[in-house]
Nanobody, 114 residues
Framework: VQLQASGGGLVSAGESLKLSCRTAGFNFRLNTVGWYRQAPGKQREFVANITSGRSTNYADSVEGRFTISRDNVKNTVYLQMNSLKPEDTAVYYC?????????WGQGTLVTVSS
């Protein structure tokens, strides 16, 4: 099982970024995939996830600003992040659970300047 996150970068407050999580090694269309983030000095926290049925869940802090989606042909999950704030600065990781084990991508850094 492999997950590869990409799309991070440096943006100003109010701007947008779109993250991608490419996956391989499991039946993608049957799995929930989520995004998490870890800011400097803080614990990793849930951001959003999307189920096999395309139901979505969001953390309160990103609801209305971030949108998670999936492409079952490309085996990829996306996170569209709009109206970014400095407090969104973090390393963003994608994750899935397969056969009772969690698999994480390597993380992509998002930095939002004020």
């Amino acid at each position: 099982v492999q997950l590869q996150a990409s799309g991070g970068g440096l943006v100003s407050a109010g701007e947008s970024l779109k993250l991608s999580c490419r996956t391989a090694g499991f039946n993608f269309r049957l799995n929930t995939v989520g995004w998490y983030r870890q800011a400097p000095g803080k614990q990793r926290e849930f951001v959003a996830n999307i189920t096999s049925g395309r139901s979505t869940n969001y953390a309160d802090s990103v609801e209305g600003r971030f949108t998670i989606s999936r492409d079952n042909v490309k085996n990829t999950v996306y996170l569209q992040m709009n109206s970014l704030k400095p407090e969104d600065t973090a390393v963003y990781y994608c994750k899935t659970t397969y056969r009772d084990r969690n698999y994480w991508g390597q993380g992509t850094l998002v930095t939002v300047s004020s």
